[in-house]
């Protein structure tokens, strides 16, 4: 039996009214609550319709068999979009058979009506079983709701079944729960601070509004034998949650009304939007998206706040690893604090009335890796205000919190300081940086959160196994002040908070007096100072070619000293590796290191022969053993090459390059082919010719491909190598093995002129939309006599789009002027495209770089716009 006609047309009318009603009232009111309510109520009147037309007549029948509300249908927490989880419920399997036509014909009917189902079909006995491999089904039951059926068989199972199994299986209930959650806060870095935030998964979201719940309710009733009369939260902190659930209750209605799916990400557009519209802050003045991205941010650190809280204090719920630890590791003795299952308790309530006490205690925790007990967190809090008055400052102040920045756990100490509203207190400076989101589609977290990830990503450096780590960490050993470096990540990007300004120069002057309030020695001062001001400049550096003895001897002559030299390397590594997870590439590690060591050895002249003669000498002897009998031609394909070619391609790819320029006299162009973890690697061999380089970059556009970074050299017999990095954007190469040869063939093809590039070009274009830009990229072309004695240096940076390399190099080779050096990069949507040119053998004429900036601006500006 189906349901009638009829009835389906009327539920269909009934759900797109009902739906439409509920969208208008929300975009007139906002209020996430009311329209979860509704949206709750419509879909149960939709399912006890259904269970009268296709089950029983009678909505309490029939016997042994009920419809059941689980997970967030059961709350009443239906969105808009969201999934309806429901269980059918039988008293055992007769029970099962007999109704298993009319489930599926009840489900089909709600597919049918656009509604996305997420039934399960249980009996009571299979409810009161724990599956260690399925914690969310026992989770989903917590939140049951009888919706139509035998209401004995769900009395049975909200009255019995569940409390038994709660009590019985506490244990590994909450070790799953415990375990899921944090391996999700682990795929979000374990922080909120995202700048696209997903309101329901990351930390601090409606998951984790859910979990503190459950962690309470299921500690509650393995206490009880029962559910517990009310919540088992502390009075202020269901306040929070549930000011919190409020917020983001309207904020994921607005997303899913916004983008008509479930979607909870909220994109830059959705937040300029909802910023508008004030969601879930009615009650606020005009915002900006910053300020209203702060209100999400405020109640997304109260909620991880209190789900890391709860899963400190439950025994059961502490992961395998904390509860070997905390077997193995002593107590730390302290005659203020006391430690409880690695929790710090004050000894004496009253004693954070001293500042002095309060600083102890966040060195303390920073010093043993501890957490703050929920109780010293609230007397924190208590004192606060009085604190406010006449907080801490000058020598003394300066003094505990270099100690504390010189701890191994400083990040964990100086987030749950922020979190608390303390470390603003104490540097007010930091104030406009709180929870702000700077939009550069490069960064990934705030930027107070970036700033204490630089400082974690230093302290984790002793326990990396990675060889690159491994070296930064023993230059963070030989440091003398390493507190002056730390001090320097807290405040380097203080000046963002400052609106249309130059971030460096703001921070600059921020950072001058916090540095003022803190008596900072002048020495002390000059060097913090200096680290602001140039910590930009290093990665500024790779844009050039830094096997360059100009370039280096630039830079080392700015840096002053080996000292600076050294902290400025070290909080270059801290700076990108805290943009986002990917941000820091074996490449940029390797580079920031050899800037670092060319620059080290300039500003010591012995070390500087030394050093760099063993380094070609060891590369040459390499290449000289594993070519023994190769004599003149060795010596002729090495002749003339850059310093940075035998600097940046190890032996057995420079041998790799010798066989393939061997082959030349047979096939003309030498392709080769590599995938590697990021990118895949194309290296060329062959003889120089005009436009060589702007047909390659050609040829990789034409198929789609997507060049992240590149490498041009040329020796004094005229062969070429270029190696250039690229995306497949359209997975042409990963889906499909067979176009590899094809791929290589087409770019010899195209470098020895068989094949029409402009036809293949004209084809993509065709057949291409433009992507969105997020981030829009100003246009720069400038040009640099100084940083090199035999060519001059063009940098373009330009908003990253196919074909943008092949125009630029195209562009260079119509105005007759030849590639020494390309160094190709790319940062989000920002390219940054560096070349070292000559025309007849010499550096550019100024009148020629007026013409080639003049055609490179048209050329861009064209590109923009679809041209």
Not at 219 to 240: C, F, I, N, Y
Not at 461 to 473: G, H, N, V
Not at 817 to 842: H, P, R, S, V, W
Request: glycine fraction near 4%; hydrophobic fraction near 40%; include cysteine.
């Amino acid at each position: 039996m189906t349901a009638s006609s009829s009835l389906i047309s009327e539920l269909r009318t009934s759900v797109a009214e009902e739906s439409a009603r509920i969208a208008a009232d929300f975009a007139v009111t906002g209020d996430g609550s009311a329209a979860v309510l509704y949206r709750t109520r419509l879909i149960e009147d939709i399912l006890k319709r259904l269970w009268r037309d296709l089950i029983s007549p009678d909505e309490a029948g029939p016997k042994a068999f009920t419809l059941v509300a689980t997970g967030g249908f059961g709350r009443g927490w239906l969105f808009p979009y969201s999934d309806i989880d429901l269980l059918f419920l039988h008293a055992d399997h007769r029970g099962e058979e007999t109704h298993k036509d009319a489930i599926r014909r009840f489900s089909q009917e709600l597919w049918d009506l656009k509604l996305k189902l997420s039934p399960a079909t249980r009996t009571l006995v299979e409810c009161d079983r724990f599956d260690p491999n399925n914690t969310e089904f026992t989770i989903s039951l917590l939140d049951c709701r009888y919706l139509a059926g035998d209401r004995e068989l769900f009395a049975r199972l909200h009255g019995k079944v569940i409390p038994r199994l709660v009590t019985r299986e506490a244990k590994p209930l909450l070790q799953g729960l415990a375990e899921v959650t944090r391996a999700r806060h682990a795929k979000f870095g374990e922080t909120v601070f995202h700048l696209e935030p997903n309101i329901k998964e990351t930390p601090g979201g409606l998951r984790d509004c859910n979990v503190a719940s459950w962690l309470a309710l299921i500690s509650a009733m393995s206490k009880l034998g029962d559910w517990p009369e009310a919540s088992s939260l502390r009075t202020q902190v269901r306040k929070q949650l549930d000011s919190a659930v409020e917020f983001l209750m309207s904020t994921r209605c607005f997303l899913h009304f916004r983008q008509q799916r479930d979607d909870n990400v909220l994109s830059w557009e959705a937040q300029d939007e909802a910023a508008a519209r004030k969601i879930g802050a009615s009650d606020s003045s005009d915002l900006t998206p910053a300020d209203w991205m702060r209100i999400y941010f405020g109640h997304a650190r109260a909620v991880q706040r209190t789900v890391t809280q709860l899963l400190d204090e439950i025994p059961e719920a502490w992961s395998s690893l904390r509860r070997h630890f905390h077997a193995l590791r002593s107590r730390p003795v302290s005659p203020d604090f006391s430690v409880v299952d690695g929790m710090i308790f004050l000894q004496q309530s009253a004693s954070l009335r001293d500042p002095e006490m309060l600083l102890r205690l966040f060195h303390f925790m920073a010093r043993h890796g501890l957490r703050l007990s929920a109780t010293t967190e609230h007397r924190i809090e208590q004192e606060l205000p009085a604190l406010a008055v006449t907080p801490p400052r000058g020598a003394e102040l300066w003094l505990y919190l270099q100690e504390t920045l010189l701890q191994p756990h400083a990040a964990d100490a100086l987030r749950v300081m922020h979190s608390l509203r303390l470390l603003t207190l104490l540097l007010p400076e930091l104030k406009p940086i709180d929870s702000l989101v700077v939009r550069d589609f490069y960064h990934r977290f705030t930027v107070d959160e970036h700033s204490i990830l630089a400082i974690e990503s230093l302290h984790r450096l002793t326990d990396s196994k990675s060889e690159w780590d491994q070296r930064y960490a023993e230059l963070l050993t030989e440091l003398e002040d390493p507190e002056l470096l730390y001090l320097a990540l807290l405040l380097h990007d203080t000046g963002k908070g400052v609106p249309g300004s130059d971030h460096v120069e703001a921070s600059l002057e921020i950072a001058g007096r916090c540095l003022d309030r803190l008596d900072v020695d002048p020495e002390e001062r000059s060097t913090v100072l200096f680290l602001i001001a140039n910590h930009l400049e290093m990665s500024a550096q790779l844009r050039r070619d830094i096997f360059n003895p100009e370039t280096v001897a630039a830079f080392a002559d700015k840096v002053g000293t080996p000292e600076r030299l050294k902290m400025l390397c070290l909080l270059t590594y801290a700076d990108i590796k805290a943009v986002n997870p990917e941000a820091l590439t074996p490449w940029k590690a390797e580079n920031v290191w050899q800037l670092y060591i060319g620059a080290a050895n300039y500003l010591n002249r012995s070390a500087d022969q030394r050093v760099h003669g063993d380094v070609n000498g060891e590369k040459l002897a390499r290449l000289r053993s594993l070519a023994p009998v190769m004599g003149a031609k060795f010596k002729e394909f090495v002749e003339g090459f850059p310093q940075r070619y035998l600097r940046v391609h190890s032996a057995e790819e420079i041998m790799r390059h010798i066989q393939m320029a061997d082959e030349l006299g047979r096939h003309p162009v030498q392709v080769d082919l590599r995938r590697g973890r990021h990118w895949y690697e194309l290296n060329l061999v062959t003889k120089d010719r005009p436009s060589l380089f702007a047909s390659l970059t050609g040829v990789l556009a034409a198929w789609g491909m997507n060049i992240v970074k590149a490498n041009a050299f040329s020796n004094q017999a005229g062969t070429v190598v270029d190696t250039l990095y690229f995306t497949d954007r359209f997975r042409t190469l990963e889906l499909n093995l067979s176009e590899w040869d094809r791929f290589k063939k087409s770019v010899a093809a195209v470098l020895s002129g068989q094949a029409d590039l402009e036809k293949m070009l004209r084809d993509r274009q065709r057949g291409e939309k433009h992507a969105k830009v997020k981030v829009v990229v100003d246009t720069r072309v400038d040009f640099d006599d100084e940083s090199s004695s035999a060519s001059t240096l063009l940098q373009v940076i330009a908003q990253d789009r196919p074909r943008l390399l092949h125009r630029i190099s195209s562009c260079l080779s119509q105005q007759r002027c030849n590639i020494e050096i390309a160094l190709i990069d790319t940062e989000g949507q920002m390219a940054i495209d560096t070349f070292y040119l000559t025309a007849d053998g010499k550096k550019l004429p100024p009148e020629l770089q007026n013409k080639m900036r003049q055609a490179l601006l048209s050329e861009l500006k064209n590109l923009e716009l679809g041209g």
